[in-house]
């Protein structure tokens, strides 16, 4: 944080925090009715746009190519008519989504007839600062305006071409509408020096969400002096007790491991109760094996695996805190709860922990003594998210304490203030 | 932040921290009954070991005075009988209220049968740094447990010996109940290196609560890498408008700024629209002036205020942007209910904005436009306070805009986690 920064960029990127504050301004007083419509025009500003976007997205596919992009990042990278009409459309379903500002938290009238409620408003200037997928883009476009935040956007450098083209069809389409072009900003240029910038830009940015790897969201919780909200790094456990039903069990490993492996509630570590181990881990660990996924374990687990023809590694201390994003898991035989309970204490990085069992007890200790945005019991850990859970959209998983934890939706976008109304009265 | 801390102090905020991690895991699963029974044993204990706490008070007042601390601040460091009952008392308050750990505050069994809710639980590991009031010690102790956290307490040197002592009393009555000594902690040695070992024990400490003067509470923001919970520096401000009630207007100017003048919810500045202006100063400040308030204003307040026999002092543009904590208050008359909001746009510290009116839409307005913790209409700025919003205790103001805004409960001193209970549920 001592290296100075470029001044150029530092102005430039409090120039856009400063247009951004303004907008907000109007954007907080907006109904539910111009900000839908916005969100609708928006939709329809991409669907009629889709060609040029496709044809700047075409040049940032074209650049990875050229710098040996994997194609698997190529592949998040793309937009083609579809992915740009998915786009639009999510952004009309967040309009139809309710609105959160307004809405009455609690409130009650005082004794001296002061009448208090706490009302949801909208934060203010919100950034984020993401990796390679031009959707982000739209989502938190759509979620800031629809929540009456300006949000100023740093997106990856693989998607830039792609970005500024979304950005100048979102800003067109909020320019029709009569709302401010600097509601949405995107920071296109300055490397890393713009992200310091707006890592520092405390007081101009209320709030700073990265969205990413985990190397991402450490050095912005670092190096931001802007308050951040630390999403999604999940080391994901499935505990299967000695009192589990080991078909659900086993249902719930492979799903959890297996139904999207590079997402942050994906499971990455298995722990088996060792009276179980013998008669759930060969199953499941062929299983396992024939969707490719690879075990890493100890002398223990290796027999397993062999047996069940599964690809092995021996596990280092870092395997069991790794958080894969791939086809790996992490697993060890426990001899209790609490061993599974001190594991889980050690390894976690507080996303989601799932136990599967039948026992009463011992779903009760799981979800009071494990410390984790989710606990669950009996379920995959794939269900924490936003979408899952109702929200109809999500801005990220938040795995910190504070202000927000687990999926955020719109709600989480917000702030409160107390409104105090009065007939003169004063304090004795 | 590059300047090394001692190591030695660092690895003795670290051995707190890590006890008080690990003392936190017990309290998590205490039950309001158990805590409720620590909080009386504690009140009891202050009661019973009175003397020796204002002994240990007595050093401090001692060697106040050598080093020449103002008689006001000897008074508010100073502990006697009386206010040693009520420290306890205020702590048998704390275990009447409601536990807020494990209250539900959302919940629903989704569409394939996953019954998901979630949860206020305990933040874990709570840090507060504040200045001389020994009385502070007590009470965040007692809330940090009431809300199953444990606490770091950090307090201003010239309470030390008062503070230890407080300590040893509470630790004591802990143990006495079976609860771990290391639930209340006190970093009494260390100086500065000690503040700043707290300020970056990220990931030992879970949250950081600055109550004090705004030079401690910017160097706390500044320089933390906890998250930090910024507290209570207040600009508030009293608009009078032009279709205000006069009367009521001038009740509530005058109590804002003169009922309590040390704290941070008295009004700071008036701004007087112009149409008022000549019927309402002439006795607003002939009372003001009576309680012994001086005016900070340009020359056409100055005119006014010699009027009424106030004392005057030109204001400065730091003037308009002061706390003064003191028997002083800017002046401005503005043309218009815009000009006002423009104002506290500009100088407010977003803690409490009051506007006295009559007129629905100017109310309206002020609601909606006004960004603070909390905007009044007709009423004192001073009834910004949790004992006055009916939470029952308080831990401080927040006037940031992330997890808690306005007065602090002991709801703000909980996180969430969501509990996912299924029978074996996958994605599909």
């Given at each position: 944080?001592?290296e100075?920064?470029?001044?150029?960029?530092?102005?430039?990127?409090?120039?856009?925090?400063?247009?951004?504050?303004?907008?907000?301004?109007s954007?907080a007083?907006?109904?539910?009715?111009?900000?839908?419509?916005?969100?609708?025009?928006?939709?329809?500003a991409l669907?009629t746009?889709?060609?040029?976007?496709?044809?700047?997205?075409?040049?940032?596919i074209a650049?990875?190519?050229?710098?040996?992009?994997?194609e698997?990042?190529?592949?998040?990278?793309?937009?083609?008519?579809?992915?740009?009409?998915?786009?639009a459309?999510?952004?009309?379903d967040?309009?139809?989504?309710?609105?959160?500002?307004?809405?009455?938290v609690?409130?009650?009238?005082?004794?001296?007839g002061?009448?208090?409620?706490?009302?949801?408003?909208?934060?203010?200037?919100?950034?984020?600062?993401?990796?390679?997928r031009?959707?982000?883009?739209?989502?938190?476009?759509?979620l800031?305006?629809?929540?009456?935040?300006?949000?100023?956007?740093?997106?990856g450098?693989?998607?830039?071409?792609?970005?500024?083209?979304?950005v100048?069809?979102?800003?067109?389409?909020l320019e029709?509408?009569?709302?401010?072009?600097?509601s949405?900003?995107?920071?296109?240029?300055?490397?890393?020096?713009?992200?310091?910038?707006?890592?520092?830009?405390r007081?101009?940015v209320?709030?700073?969400?990265?969205?990413?790897g985990?190397?991402?969201?450490q050095?912005?919780?670092?190096e931001?002096?802007?308050?951040?909200?630390?999403?999604g790094?999940?080391n994901?456990?499935?505990?299967?007790?000695?009192r589990?039903?080991?078909?659900?069990?086993?249902?719930?490993?492979?799903?959890s491991?297996?139904?999207r492996v590079?997402?942050?509630?994906?499971?990455?570590?298995?722990?088996?109760?060792?009276?179980?181990?013998?008669?759930?881990?060969p199953?499941?660990?062929?299983?396992?094996?024939?969707?490719?996924?690879?075990?890493?374990?100890?002398?223990?687990?290796e027999?397993?695996?062999?047996?069940?023809?599964?690809?092995?590694?021996?596990?280092?201390?870092?395997d069991?805190?790794?958080?894969?994003?791939?086809?790996?898991?992490?697993?060890?035989?426990?001899?209790?709860?609490?061993e599974?309970?001190?594991?889980?204490?050690?390894?976690?990085?507080?996303h989601?922990?799932?136990?599967?069992?039948?026992?009463?007890?011992?779903?009760?200790?799981w979800?009071?003594?494990?410390?984790a945005a989710?606990?669950?019991?009996?379920a995959?850990?794939?269900?924490?998210?936003?979408?899952?859970?109702?929200?109809?959209?999500?801005?990220?998983?938040s795995?910190?304490?504070?202000?927000?934890?687990?999926?955020?939706?719109?709600?989480?976008?917000t702030?409160?203030?107390?409104?105090?109304?009065?007939?003169?009265?004063?304090?004795?």
């Amino acid at each position: 944080m001592a290296e100075s920064i470029d001044p150029e960029i530092t102005a430039h990127v409090a120039g856009l925090a400063a247009g951004a504050r303004q907008a907000s301004r109007s954007l907080a007083l907006l109904s539910r009715a111009d900000k839908d419509a916005a969100l609708r025009a928006m939709a329809d500003a991409l669907d009629t746009a889709s060609a040029e976007i496709i044809a700047a997205n075409d040049k940032d596919i074209a650049r990875g190519r050229a710098n040996g992009l994997a194609e698997g990042l190529v592949d998040r990278l793309r937009l083609d008519e579809a992915r740009v009409r998915a786009v639009a459309e999510a952004l009309r379903d967040i309009a139809g989504l309710p609105d959160p500002v307004g809405e009455i938290v609690r409130g009650s009238t005082l004794a001296n007839g002061l009448q208090i409620r706490q009302v949801r408003v909208p934060i203010g200037v919100v950034a984020m600062i993401y990796e390679a997928r031009p959707n982000v883009t739209v989502d938190a476009a759509g979620l800031a305006l629809k929540s009456g935040n300006a949000v100023v956007l740093r997106g990856g450098s693989a998607a830039n071409e792609s970005n500024r083209a979304l950005v100048v069809v979102l800003r067109g389409a909020l320019e029709s509408q009569g709302l401010p072009a600097a509601s949405i900003s995107l920071i296109d240029e300055g490397g890393r020096d713009a992200v310091r910038a707006l890592m520092t830009a405390r007081g101009q940015v209320d709030v700073l969400i990265p969205r990413g790897g985990a190397d991402l969201i450490q050095a912005v919780v670092r190096e931001s002096t802007v308050p951040v909200i630390e999403t999604g790094v999940g080391n994901c456990h499935v505990y299967v007790d000695a009192r589990a039903d080991l078909d659900k069990a086993q249902a719930i490993v492979v799903n959890s491991k297996t139904h999207r492996v590079s997402v942050c509630n994906a499971a990455e570590s298995l722990l088996v109760h060792r009276n179980v181990a013998s008669s759930f881990l060969p199953a499941v660990l062929a299983e396992l094996a024939s969707a490719g996924v690879t075990i890493h374990g100890d002398s223990e687990i290796e027999v397993y695996a062999k047996e069940a023809g599964a690809a092995f590694t021996p596990a280092t201390d870092e395997d069991f805190a790794r958080e894969y994003l791939s086809l790996d898991i992490s697993t060890r035989i426990v001899d209790s709860l609490d061993e599974a309970l001190a594991h889980v204490q050690r390894y976690s990085t507080g996303h989601t922990e799932a136990i599967v069992t039948e026992d009463r007890g011992a779903a009760r200790r799981w979800i009071a003594e494990v410390d984790a945005a989710a606990v669950m019991v009996n379920a995959s850990t794939r269900f924490t998210d936003g979408g899952e859970f109702g929200f109809g959209a999500e801005i990220g998983i938040s795995t910190q304490k504070l202000h927000a934890r687990g999926p955020m939706g719109l709600s989480e976008l917000t702030t409160t203030k107390w409104v105090v109304e009065g007939d003169g009265q004063i304090r004795h």
